[in-house]
């Protein structure tokens, strides 16, 4: 009779572990909030960032800083559709030259990224202030004076791309003792898949194409070897 009661025990044992594995391995799945960990809170049977809050219908049902989501009060950072502006650059180079602020979208409670901001770069050499500083083509390179005649080479693309792969440098001439704009470079483009071509000029030949031409196929077979061609069991055609 103990020996029952022992088994019973020892086997109930195992299903309980075995369900708290379950749920330990989802990944984040969840049935209760206790199942989460931290900060977070189980919602559509997945832990989220919040803090378990009270029951609600509405955002005003909640305190100051909560809004109602899933039926919850929970913490958040901004109202969904709410807009601020950002920027990252160094202080003071905001409205600057070329350097602007962007945006920031509130989505799901959270500040998104920040979206359309300009910081600062290098002079270009583009009678334009990319760097911020409140000075136009201050780079000892954007000389500003030249003789009517003369050309120089010129790069509008990513520096790194100049002259690697299908990116090739323009010329820029000197019109009326001042240079004009950069004519005639080739800058990067998206990669172009079996031309055996760097179209993006990052020193690498139809990178991320696979392994294969467009039109391609051969035999497959996704089922044990040995069982290949085997009765009904028949190879199939990848393309």
Do not use: H
């Not at 790069?155 to 004009?180: D, F, H, I, M, Q």
């Not at 704009?181 to 993006?200: F, I, Q, R």
């Amino acid at each position: 009779m103990v020996r029952k009661y022992v088994y019973v025990f020892f086997g109930c044992f195992l299903l309980l572990l075995s369900l708290s594995l379950s749920v330990a391995c989802s990944g984040g799945e969840c049935t209760y909030d206790s199942d989460c960990e931290g900060e977070k809170f189980c919602q559509e049977g997945k832990c989220v960032d919040g803090i378990v809050g009270n029951a609600c219908t509405l955002n005003t049902d909640c305190k100051t800083g909560e809004s109602c989501i899933s039926s919850k009060c929970i913490k958040v950072e901004c109202t969904d559709g709410e807009q601020t502006s950002c920027y990252e650059g160094p202080t003071g180079t905001i409205g600057q030259g070329t350097c602007k602020a962007g945006v920031k979208l509130c989505q799901g409670g959270r500040w998104g990224w920040c979206e359309g901001a300009i910081t600062p770069s290098s002079e270009l050499c583009d009678k334009l202030d990319n760097d911020c500083n409140g000075k136009i083509d201050d780079d000892p390179l954007c000389t500003t004076t030249c003789n009517d005649g003369d050309s120089r080479p010129c790069y509008t693309g990513p520096a790194s791309t100049r002259n690697v792969g299908l990116c090739r440098e323009g010329k820029e001439l000197c019109t009326n003792g001042a240079w004009e704009g950069c004519s005639g470079d080739t800058k990067p483009v998206a990669e172009k898949c079996n031309d055996n071509l760097d179209n993006n000029c990052d020193g690498n030949i139809d990178e991320n194409c696979g392994d294969c031409q467009d039109g391609q196929s051969r035999a497959c077979y996704t089922g044990p070897s040995s069982t290949r061609n085997i009765g009904e069991c028949k190879e199939g055609t990848q393309t």
